[in-house]
């Protein structure tokens, strides 16, 4: 009968892992260029057969069963977002090639994201807002000090009157070396920089959206709910029980 509690509870927190993922994609809806997180769990079982063992990765037969279900891993859905057209003259989309990325200058270092709906700071510098600086093909913050701009279909920047004043850098990380996505949403290297790309297309006046599913996530989350709820219930059940059985057997 304890025994039912370690599936109750882990299923608990499994679900409400679940759910901060979830909720944290219905968030970012809205977000330009943001990529939608699915959350996946294993078995206790499973994370103990995978870390028990020794240098030689010659592992300990621990038994077959399991009672603990965990959080495994979130994986990234890379596919490219829709296109709205703003018109706006600071807004670029790269156009298809869902393993690349405009890259930013931030008090932390490099950081990459899909996200093109620019401004000007107020020195006069090509940013994306709350993150910093967009950088050109050369790995140099670009200075436009004006919004009087428009773009070419590879990224280069002109003003009204013709003059060149930079190229955005795109770039984009190998198979073998996958971006990690931190807290705020943006892309970091994963031991590995990403290259220079200069044969992908930039849209002006385009801006990429979220790729996230609002109707399935709307799905998957009351699904989730209703999961939680139904452990919750079964776990007090389980609670009553047990008290009324030791107060039974305190009696005897």
């Given at each position: 009968?304890?025994?039912?509690?370690?599936?109750?509870t882990s299923g608990m927190i499994t679900?409400?892992?679940?759910?901060?993922?979830?909720?944290?994609?219905?968030?970012?809806?809205?977000t330009a260029g943001f990529k939608a997180d699915t959350f996946t769990a294993t078995t206790f079982e499973?994370?103990?057969?995978?870390?028990?063992?020794?240098?030689?990765?010659?592992?300990?037969d621990l038994g077959n069963q399991s009672y603990i279900t965990v959080p495994s891993e979130n994986y990234t859905d890379y596919t490219t977002g829709s296109y709205d057209d703003t018109g706006e003259p600071?807004?670029?989309?790269?156009?298809?090639?869902?393993?690349?990325?405009?890259?930013?200058?931030?008090?932390?270092?490099?950081v990459y994201s899909r996200a093109g709906q620019f401004t000007l700071d107020n020195d006069g510098y090509l940013t994306?807002?709350?993150?910093?600086?967009?950088?050109?093909?050369?790995?140099?913050?670009?200075?436009?000090?004006t919004d009087k701009v428009h773009g070419d279909s590879y990224g280069g920047i002109y003003t009204d009157g013709g003059a060149y004043l930079g190229r955005l850098g795109v770039y984009r990380f190998p198979?073998?070396?996958?971006?990690?996505?931190?807290r705020e949403a943006l892309f970091v290297a994963n031991g590995q920089e990403p290259e220079l790309v200069t044969d992908v297309r930039v849209v002006n006046g385009l801006v990429e959206r979220s790729n996230v599913d609002l109707v399935k996530q709307m799905v998957c989350m009351?699904?989730?709910?209703?999961?939680?709820?139904?452990?919750?219930?079964?776990?007090?059940?389980?609670?009553d029980l047990m008290t009324k059985t030791t107060s039974e057997l305190g009696r005897m």
């Open positions: 009968m304890f025994k039912g509690f370690y599936n109750l679900h409400g892992r679940h759910l901060d993922v979830i909720s944290n994609n219905m968030a970012n809806v809205a499973d994370v103990l057969w995978s870390r028990v063992g020794n240098k030689e990765k010659t592992y300990i600071l807004d670029f989309a790269i156009e298809g090639n869902e393993g690349c990325y405009f890259a930013f200058n931030t008090e932390n270092g490099r994306l807002p709350g993150v910093g600086r967009v950088l050109d093909v050369a790995g140099n913050e670009i200075y436009l000090m198979e073998d070396a996958q971006p990690i996505k931190n009351i699904s989730e709910q209703r999961a939680y709820q139904s452990a919750a219930q079964v776990s007090k059940m389980y609670d």
